[in-house]
């Protein structure tokens, strides 16, 4: 599991030279390659700490886990709003960058508009 991280990197990587020099492919393999690292360090695949991260990876980090938590998954049903915002502020810090988690925070009901929206769009 822990390997999609390097091979969403690689499969970016395999788009070809002339490809290289877009931004967004770019962005693309900064995020997939570092979305799994923790500000505190204990994340993977490198082990970044704090912002060693680049500013992609640690935006992506807060919505992927909050993208987990509020959606059901085959190993566990899915948390209110409410309860993955709960455990997201107490990884402020340690998983998350604490002024991206912040700003995440500031604009909380709008994320909650949108991930109600495509819940009701799967129903």
Known sequence: MKKHTTYGV??????GPESDSLSFIRTAAEIAGTHHEKFDGTGYPGGLVGKEIPLAGRLMAIIDVYDALVNKRVYKPA????????????????????????????????????ADSFAQAQT
């Open 79 to 114: 948390f209110t709003h409410a309860s993955a915002t709960e455990m997201m502020q107490n990884e402020s810090g340690t998983h998350f960058d604490p002024e991206l988690l912040d700003a995440f925070f500031e604009i909380e009901a709008e994320v909650q508009t949108i």
């Open 10 to 15: 690689e499969a970016l990587r395999c788009m």
